[in-house]
């Protein structure tokens, strides 16, 4: 059974400062996928990082993928209050169709 | 850019009716939708899979009599909750996949269902 875990479920950081957060996955699967979700919405597709090695950036974050490690990181830098949100990372069951399993998510506040 | 839609966002039922939520892929076609329920402060939970003309495929723990899915065609799935109880209060999401390279999933903006 693929388990997701992140880390950390909750961060509160100050708006300019950098932070990790850290997506850890147990079975093998090549694509790995980065949501946010504000407070009673849906989610908001990130990134879609397909293969090892994948690194894509938009704006004040960057996400990348390890495979062999099973690891995937979204980097923030320089947080701004917009950030607020929670983050899920989700990853791909391996069969057809893309199911997914979603991480616990990660609730990121940014402090002014 | 694609997007998706779902009818209602909210209802409120009494316990033991049924409710059916539409999910609608706007601009493309979806070789398959999913159906996801999002318990407060919790994180998605995967349903089913739904194909455009098949069974839906109902994930481990998920009654498939409970919570019936017709995908009639490539732009619309539907979720029917029968004899709805308070337990099925829940925000529900569906996603679309277009089947391309991108793997991208386009999710509906939910429907939050209160089971009074």
């Known amino acids: 059974e693929l388990k997701v875990e992140q880390n950390p479920l909750f961060l509160s950081m100050q708006e300019g400062k950098n932070y990790t957060i850290y997506c850890n996955y147990s079975?093998?699967?090549?694509?790995l996928y980065w949501y946010r979700q504000d407070p009673g919405k849906s989610l908001e597709s990130l990134f879609v990082l397909l293969s090892n090695g994948a690194v894509k950036q938009e704006g004040r974050l960057m996400a990348s993928l390890d495979t062999k490690a099973r690891l995937s990181t979204l980097h923030i830098t320089a947080a701004v209050h917009d950030l607020s949100a929670t983050y899920f990372c989700?990853?791909?069951?391996?069969?057809?169709?893309?199911?997914?399993?979603f991480g616990e998510g990660t609730q990121l506040t940014v402090n002014p | 850019g694609a997007v998706v839609s779902q009818h209602p966002s909210w209802v409120i039922c009494k316990s033991g009716t049924s409710v059916k939520i539409e999910c609608r892929s706007l601009?493309?076609?979806?070789?398959?939708m999913f159906w996801y329920r999002q318990f407060p402060k919790q994180s998605l939970m995967l349903m089913a899979t739904?194909?455009?003309?098949?069974?839906?495929?109902?994930e481990q723990g998920v009654e498939k009599d409970k919570f019936l899915i017709n995908h009639a065609s490539l732009t619309l799935s539907t979720l029917t909750v029968t004899s709805a109880h308070p337990e099925d209060s829940s925000f529900y999401i569906c996603s679309a996949f277009t089947g391309d390279l991108s793997y991208e999933q386009y999710f509906g903006p939910g429907t939050r269902l209160t089971v009074t």
């Open positions: 989700a990853v791909d069951k391996g069969t057809s169709g893309s199911r997914l399993t």
């Open positions: 739904s194909n455009e003309g098949s069974k839906a495929t109902y």
């Open positions: 079975t093998t699967s090549d694509r």
């Open positions: 601009d493309f076609q979806a070789t398959t």
